[in-house]
């Protein structure tokens, strides 16, 4: 008998259903492998599935598994695999001892194509020089006539990614699409910032912030 651990997941990968155990009888020609345990069925991509299991062949036998997916583990009865590309999996594990012939149990794995979301933000700083030494700070308002020091920031790995900023002053715009760069406002005012980041896929993530640049009460 094995136990089979099986989850139901959104398109975002997220339990619909709590883990279930499933008990199966093994039967016929799986006489050697005595337990098998698969504590996931369904994943969404990116995720791993943990296996583990027992065998009567005693301390010479082996375990190797064959993902499916083009990648094996070798001699792992416990192992962990992660599978990256959406689909359905057929994999097996054959247990061998030297004299005492091969095992082989198959196994499957649905993985579900899960919908990238990705959160930026971007930051705003200037070197302040302090006691001799330089550090960058954050508080608003800014002094003008200061290099300001642009960076943005994704929460994903998922790269590459395309950076469009805009700041927008009283006659005009100015345009950037670095990661990171360094401006200098002339005069005192309020600034909007605009940041759009695109992902590989097209995705867009944009955001807004007011740069006040000279004293804080600027349109009292």
Not at 2 to 18: F, M
Not at 51 to 61: A, E, K, N, V
Not at 127 to 143: A, G, I, Q, W, Y
Not at 183 to 207: A, C, H, W
Request: proline share 4%.
């Amino acid at each position: 008998m094995y136990d089979v651990w099986v989850e139901i997941v959104d398109i975002l990968g997220k339990p619909v259903e709590s883990s279930e155990k499933i008990s199966i009888d093994v039967c016929g020609k799986n006489k050697n492998i005595t337990t098998f345990n698969q504590w996931k069925g369904v994943i969404p991509q990116g995720y791993d599935v943990g296996f583990s299991l027992t065998h009567d062949f005693g301390g010479g036998g082996k375990a190797d598994w064959f993902w499916g997916d083009g990648t094996f583990t070798k001699n792992d009865t416990n192992p962990h695999h992660v599978y990256m590309t959406p689909g359905t999996w057929s994999g097996k594990v054959t247990v061998q001892a030297h004299n005492q012939g091969e095992e082989t149990k198959d196994f499957g794995v649905m993985v579900l194509q899960t919908r990238k979301i990705f959160v930026g933000d971007f930051k705003v700083l200037y070197h302040h020089s302090l006691e001799n030494e330089k550090h960058l700070e954050d508080v608003m308002p800014f002094p003008p006539l200061e290099q300001l020091y642009f960076e943005a920031k994704v929460d994903s790995d998922d790269h590459p990614f395309e950076y469009e900023w805009n700041i927008q002053l009283k006659d005009t715009q100015v345009k950037k699409d670095k990661l990171s760069f360094r401006y200098k406002f002339e005069k005192s005012g309020i600034y909007p910032v605009n940041l759009t980041i695109t992902d590989k896929n097209k995705k867009k993530f944009i955001m807004s912030k007011e740069i006040i640049v000279g004293h804080s009460n600027i349109h009292s």
